[in-house]
């Protein structure tokens, strides 16, 4: 059973434009929920978290968005620039369990045409 | 920063050898992970170890044992490699009490020949 989903597997943006990559989770324990970009050949990189407390957390150009709700979060990416062209895995932790353990989703590679 | 090593970036090894892959981090983190990442199924937890000498299964342990003899090194073992194990391998660690991110190491991509 996929507790964290990302159900688009690719996406094409034009340069420029924003970028909106979706995660769908399951497990209502889960209260830290984090962005990694990765690019081919290299680990993950850590691109921007938000906890549950909160509904929005934004870092320059990334902007992530959480609804408890609906048990859905959203990066976006404005404006998108070429270099942005990745897969990125919406991963998720119950932190207040006490477990450091993250659950990834099965990533969204995201090809940004110039 | 923090640094996560592997010990070896492309591995090609064959059917039925011991593989032993390396993962060191000079941040004194307590816990340590091992994934697997393979197209189309995204990051999956092999193992991993809050404390020296501590290891916990991850969602996928089967072929594979680790070691955690010192804090600051996660080995991952596959006993008898198949074809099934050709996959690129990432270790991270975070340590405890953390809010913070898994940092992760550069990977292992691994081929069973």
């Known amino acids: 059973d996929q507790q964290v989903k990302q159900n688009s597997p690719s996406l094409s943006v034009q340069e420029g434009r924003i970028s909106i990559l979706n995660c769908d989770y399951t497990?209502?324990?889960?209260?830290?929920f984090l962005w990694y970009k990765k690019y081919p050949a290299e680990g993950p990189t850590f691109l921007i978290s938000?906890?549950?407390?909160?509904d929005k957390n934004e870092d320059g150009r990334f902007t992530v968005f959480l609804n408890k709700s609906a048990k859905h979060l959203s990066l976006h990416i404005v404006p998108s620039q070429p270099g942005d062209s990745a897969v990125y895995f919406c991963?998720?932790?119950?932190?207040?369990?006490?477990?450091?353990?993250?659950?990834f989703g099965k990533g969204t590679k995201l090809s940004v045409i110039p | 920063d923090v640094k996560v090593t592997q010990s070896s970036r492309y591995l090609v090894k064959r059917t039925g050898e011991k593989v032993f892959l390396e993962c060191v981090q000079d941040?004194?983190?307590?816990?340590m992970f091992w994934y697997r990442q393979d197209p189309g199924l995204g990051l999956r937890l092999i193992y991993f170890?809050?404390?020296?000498?501590?290891?916990e299964k991850g969602d996928i342990p089967e072929g594979y044992s680790v070691s955690r003899e010192k804090k600051e090194r996660f080995s991952l073992i596959l006993e008898s490699a198949s074809t099934n194990q050709t996959s690129m391998y990432l270790c991270?660690?975070?340590?405890?009490?953390?809010?913070?991110?898994?940092?992760f190491g550069p990977g292992t991509r691994l081929t069973v020949l």
């Open positions: 938000i906890s549950s407390i909160k």
């Open positions: 991963a998720a932790s119950a932190s207040g369990a006490g477990s450091y353990q993250l659950t």
């Open positions: 991270a660690s975070i340590p405890t009490g953390s809010t913070d991110t898994q940092y």
């Open positions: 497990n209502s324990m889960f209260d830290y």
């Open positions: 941040m004194d983190h307590e816990n």
């Open positions: 170890s809050y404390d020296v000498k501590m290891k």
